[in-house]
């Protein structure tokens, strides 16, 4: 089993959806979870990054943990055509174990 | 403010050519730094991280090495480049003792 699973998509959505990304992992001693938007060709940039479970929002972004089902969730409200982009998950444990990335298109 | 810089941002190089990719950054002091490599379609794999002078600690045996000359430079190297070695190459910094990484521009390497 991956250590950090993540459904590579590619998801397509209309601009203003609402867009729910998803990863689930396998060790439940990881405390720290960071999500990371890559757009092409560019490197991962932080998007956000939650401690332990519950809830972190900013903007139009809310990360959400569940450690008793090691799920793991981004949510995008009013998705953008910037938005467009591969997001990553990736748990800290020891080092950042990153997932294959799933991506993302908003369409105008 | 931090910034990092990677170069070159593309290179295409021939089998069992030496390869030598460097990675600095600035605004900051004592980060620790990391190599990763993403295949097309695929997640991070990290390759290196040091978390200070001449300290390398390798994630995964292969063809390449690196280095870290200054507090704020490092170094990813091959001897003599596989076709498998192909990918992009990222290099990562992070405050030390703090869990977020931030990643530079990338390098695309061909090995042809």
């Known amino acids: 089993q991956k250590e950090v699973e993540q459904d590579p998509g590619p998801l397509s959505v209309p601009e203003g959806a609402i867009v729910s990304l998803n990863c689930t992992y396998s060790?439940?001693?990881?405390?720290?979870f960071m999500w990371y938007r890559q757009y092409s060709r560019k490197g991962p940039e932080l998007l956000m990054y939650?401690?332990?479970?519950g809830n972190k929002e900013d903007g139009r972004f809310t990360a959400q943990v569940d450690k008793s089902s090691k799920y793991i969730s981004l949510f995008i409200r009013d998705s953008q055509p910037s938005d467009s982009a591969t997001y990553l998950c990736?748990?800290?444990?020891?080092?950042?174990?990153f997932g294959q990335g799933t991506e993302l298109s908003v369409k105008p | 403010s931090q910034t990092i810089h990677q170069w070159p941002a593309t290179l295409v190089q021939p089998v069992g050519s030496p390869l030598s990719l460097e990675c600095t950054v600035e605004g900051t002091s004592n980060p620790n730094l990391y190599w990763y490599r993403q295949a097309a379609g695929r997640g991070l794999q990290l390759l290196f991280y040091?978390?200070?002078?001449?300290?390398i600690s390798s994630e995964v045996p292969q063809n390449l090495s690196a280095s870290r000359p200054q507090d704020r430079q490092f170094i990813l190297s091959s001897k003599k480049l596989l076709l498998s070695d192909s990918g992009f190459y990222l290099c990562?910094?992070?405050?030390?003792?703090?869990?977020?990484?931030?990643f530079g521009p990338g390098t695309r390497l061909l090995v042809l």
């Open positions: 939650t401690y332990s479970s």
């Open positions: 040091s978390v200070g002078i001449g300290q």
């Open positions: 990562a910094w992070s405050p030390g003792g703090r869990e977020t990484q931030y």
């Open positions: 060790n439940s001693a990881f405390q720290y």
């Open positions: 990736a748990p800290l444990g020891g080092k950042l174990i």
